[in-house]
């Protein structure tokens, strides 16, 4: 597969799968033996894992979207910058609805395949703006 491809698959993903909520999608796009380096200590690094972190984002931010700002490509990496904005109207990972929008910036950098199945990734995303952003961590202070 061409970097474009998988530059393709990558908006794909977070087009469908995250803004959609079409998360079997990642059993299409994925390679079974995925592995992410940056999904946390209580989920499996594992598509699994990720289908599941996807739907409890989605359970906290029902109108949960991601739209990709950026993407670059070159041999089998992606890299892309995009957001993570909804409305706190549900449970998210343990926190009770705030009724408040979040947007957070979120980076990805994708391995692929070969076939173009995406293989491996590290993600960056502000989860610090996030909770400071539902109130249940207080912003710092103006200078």
Not at 47 to 70: H, I, M, N, Q, S
Request: include cysteine.
């Amino acid at each position: 597969m061409t970097a474009e491809e998988n530059a393709a698959r990558y908006r794909r993903w977070f087009e469908e799968g995250c803004s959609r909520g079409n998360v079997d999608l990642a059993d299409e796009l994925y390679s079974p033996d995925y592995r992410t380096h940056s999904i946390g200590p209580d989920l499996p690094p594992t598509r699994e894992g990720l289908k599941t972190f996807v739907r409890a984002l989605r359970e906290g931010l029902p109108d949960l979207d991601c739209p990709v700002e950026e993407v670059v490509a070159e041999g089998d990496r992606v890299a892309g910058r995009f957001s993570l904005q909804g409305t706190h109207t549900g449970t998210l990972f343990g926190i009770p609805a705030t009724g408040k929008r979040v947007d957070v910036g979120v980076m990805v950098i994708a391995r692929f395949d070969e076939s173009g199945k995406w293989v491996e990734d590290w993600a960056n995303w502000d989860q610090l703006g996030m909770l400071q952003q539902l109130g249940v961590i207080p912003a710092p202070a103006a200078a």
